[in-house]
C-alpha cells in the first residue's frame, strides 16, 4: 500500500488544540481532555466510549478502528494482529521558569510549546492523526486499531490500571507513546522510593571530634548509593536500568529536626530517595543492597551511628521489557527507515529507561508484547516544554506504517 501524505498544518493544529486544555492531574481538565478525544474520535468514525472510574470522579476515552477481518487479501504469510496505542492526558502543574504562555499551544518553525505538550499530548495526538490521515484515505484495518486516552498517569498509572480491571484492554500488541525522541524503548525500570534516617551522636561544635555528626555520615553515603547497581540483574541490558538517586536531605537536632541551634552537631539526618531496577529484579533484593551500603559506609566511617531504612508505601509501575526480535519491534524499525532513511535507536536507552509508563502495567497485569516510542523527550517536563516539530510529524507517519504492516 502507498502510504498517505498527512496535512501538517491539520497536525500541528490538532496538537496545539490538545495542548490548550488545561488537565492537569486530578481536576475536572481531565474530563474536558477526555470528553473532547471521545468527540474527535466520533466526529472521525471510530467507535468512542468514555469510560469512568474511581466511582466516577474521572475517565478515560477509548476509541476503536473495527478490523475487518481476515477473509480478505491475506499479507504476505502474516496473520493481521489487534494493535493498541496508550498515552495519557493529565499533565503536571505548570512550575516557575516559563517565558512563554504554557497553554497557548505555540507554533513556531523548530517547536511546538506547552505544558504536557511533551508528557505526553504529542504522543497522544500522533496516533490520532495517523489513524485519521488512514480513513481519510479510504484503507481500512483487518485487524482493530484501538485508541486509548487514559489520565492517572502521574498517580501510578490508575487509568490504565482501570481499564484492564474493567476488561477493556483485548488486543495483541501495544505501542505506548511516552516521549522517547521517536526512538524505540525496549525495556525500562520498576521505582521504589525509600527513606534513610541516621541517627548520630550530638556535641557542641567546640567538641565536635566526639560527636557522630549525621550530615558528615549523609555525605559519605549520598555518593556510595548514586553509584549503586542492584543484584539479581539477568544481562548487562538489564543492569542499564539499575539507578538510585538520593533527592531530599534533612539534617538537624533531634527526631524534629529543630533548626534553630547550628552551632551545635546534627544528630538526626532524613534522606529520600528512589531506585530504579530491571524485569526480574525485586523490591525486598533492592532494599537488601541498599541496607548492605548503608552498614558499609557507617561501619567504616561512624561506628557510632545507627539507622533506620524504609521503603515508603507508594503506587509503583512494574518494569517492562520486550525482545529485539520482536515482530513489532521489527515493524517499527521498518517504519523508522521508510520515514527517514537510517536505523532506529533501539534498546535499552535513557533517560527513557529510567522512567515509568503504563507499558509496565500492560506487560505485567495481561502479558502484553508491546514497545515504548513517542514524540518528545529532549524538552520534557522542565519550562518552555516544547517538541521537535520534525519529531511529531514523522512519528505519525511512522504509526501509520507500523498500522498498514501490524493490522493488515
Known amino acids: 500500500m502507498q502510504i498517505p501524505d498527512i496535512d501538517q498544518d491539520e497536525c500541528l493544529t490538532f ?55 481476515s477473509s480478505a487479501q ?61 480513513m481519510a484515505s479510504g484503507w481500512t484495518p483487518r485487524a482493530d486499531v484501538v485508541l486509548t486516552y487514559v489520565v492517572g498517569e502521574l498517580q501510578g498509572g490508575v487509568g490504565t490500571v482501570a481499564l484492564i480491571e474493567q476488561g477493556r484492554i483485548q488486543t495483541d500488541y501495544f505501542i505506548n507513546c511516552e516521549p522517547s525522541d521517536i526512538r524505540a524503548v525496549t525495556m525500562h525500570a520498576e521505582a521504589l522510593t525509600f527513606e534513610i534516617v541516621l541517627t548520630g551522636i550530638t556535641r557542641h561544635m567546640s567538641a565536635r571530634e566526639e560527636a ?28 542499564r536500568c539499575n539507578r538510585c538517586h538520593v533527592g531530599i536531605v534533612h539534617g538537624a537536632l533531634g527526631k524534629e529536626l529543630a533548626e534553630w541551634r547550628p552551632a551545635q552537631v546534627a544528630d538526626v539526618c532524613r534522606l529520600a530517595g528512589s531506585a530504579r531496577y530491571a524485569p526480574g529484579q525485586t523490591q525486598d533484593g533492592v532494599m537488601a543492597d541498599i541496607r548492605v551500603v548503608i552498614e558499609k559506609c557507617l561501619e567504616q566511617g561512624f561506628p557510632g551511628m545507627t539507622y533506620e531504612l524504609m521503603q515508603r508505601p507508594e503506587p509503583t509501575m512494574p518494569a517492562f521489557e520486550v525482545s529485539r526480535d520482536s515482530e513489532l519491534v521489527a515493524s517499527l524499525n521498518n517504519a523508522y527507515q521508510g520515514v527517514r532513511g537510517c536505523e532506529q535507536p533501539t534498546g535499552v536507552l535513557p533517560p527513557t529507561c529510567f522512567y515509568g509508563s503504563d507499558a509496565g502495567h500492560l506487560y505485567k497485569s495481561l502479558g502484553l508484547e508491546g514497545i515504548v516510542c513517542g514524540p ?5 517536563t522542565r519550562p518552555d516544554e516544547a517538541v521537535d516539530i520534525p519529531d511529531y510529524l514523522d512519528c505519525i507517519r511512522m504509526f501509520m506504517r507500523v498500522i498498514v504492516d501490524i493490522c493488515g
Open 15 to 69: 496538537l496545539s488544540k490538545l495542548v490548550q486544555i488545561k488537565s492537569y492531574s486530578q481536576t475536572d481538565g481531565e474530563l474536558e481532555a477526555t470528553s473532547y478525544m471521545a468527540e474527535e474520535m466520533r466526529k472521525t468514525g471510530l467507535e468512542s466510549e468514555l469510560i469512568p472510574f474511581d466511582g466516577g470522579k474521572r475517565q478515560n476515552a477509548v476509541g476503536t478502528w473495527r478490523g475487518r477481518g
Open 376 to 380: 518528545g523527550g529532549k524538552y520534557n
Open 212 to 239: 557522630q555528626d549525621a550530615i558528615l555520615a549523609a555525605c559519605q553515603l549520598i555518593p556510595e548509593l548514586t553509584a549503586m547497581k542492584f543484584r539479581g540483574a539477568r544481562s548487562r541490558d538489564h543492569e
Open 74 to 134: 491475506p499479507r504476505a504469510s502474516k496473520s493481521p494482529k489487534r494493535l493498541l496505542f496508550n498515552g495519557h492526558l493529565d499533565t503536571n502543574p505548570v512550575s516557575e521558569g516559563w517565558t512563554i504562555d504554557p497553554w497557548e499551544g505555540k507554533i513556531d518553525d523548530k517547536f511546538i510549546y506547552g505544558i504536557g505538550v511533551s508528557n505526553m499530548k504529542s504522543g497522544c495526538a500522533a496516533y490520532f492523526c495517523a489513524v485519521k490521515t488512514l
